[in-house]
Nanobody, 125 residues
Framework: QVQLVESGGGLVQAGGSLRLSCVAS????????MGWFRQAPGKEREFVAA????????YSADSVKGRFTISRDNAKNTVYLQMNNLKSEDPAVYYC??????????????????WGQGTQVTVSS
């Protein structure tokens, strides 16, 4: 099993920035990719960004391209989500997730095997 712990959420003004972190522990050798998802009240969990754990290839939702950047530090078993120019549509609970399977698109929550507890991001106007 892989355990994931997110941090870095909080309250920020519109146009501001936050950096989320997610530390993985346990059977990290089994990780194929890491992803960030978010879920706002009354909405489904949606894909934000993902990164291939070995080669660093990244994938992002169109809604965050040019504003959010996913990165990883393999030595620290940590994945980051740098969020810039936060907007009114970005507030949500942000979840980190780990996928073990190679046969995935990385954009669907059901493809991930392990999840963190989530961290709240709030944007004030």
């Amino acid at each position: 099993q892989v355990q994931l712990v997110e941090s870095g959420g909080g309250l920020v003004q519109a146009g501001g920035s936050l950096r989320l972190s997610c530390v993985a522990s346990g059977r990290t050798v089994s990780i194929y990719a890491m992803g960030w998802f978010r879920q706002a009240p009354g909405k489904e969990r949606e894909f934000v960004a993902a990164i291939n754990w070995s080669d660093g290839r990244t994938y992002s939702a169109d809604s965050v391209k040019g504003r959010f950047t996913i990165s990883r530090d393999n030595a620290k078993n940590t994945v980051y989500l740098q969020m810039n120019n936060l907007k009114s549509e970005d507030p949500a609970v942000y979840y980190c997730a780990a996928a073990r399977s190679l046969l995935v698109t990385l954009r669907r929550p059901g493809e991930y095997d392990n999840w963190g507890q989530g961290t709240q991001v709030t944007v004030s106007s």
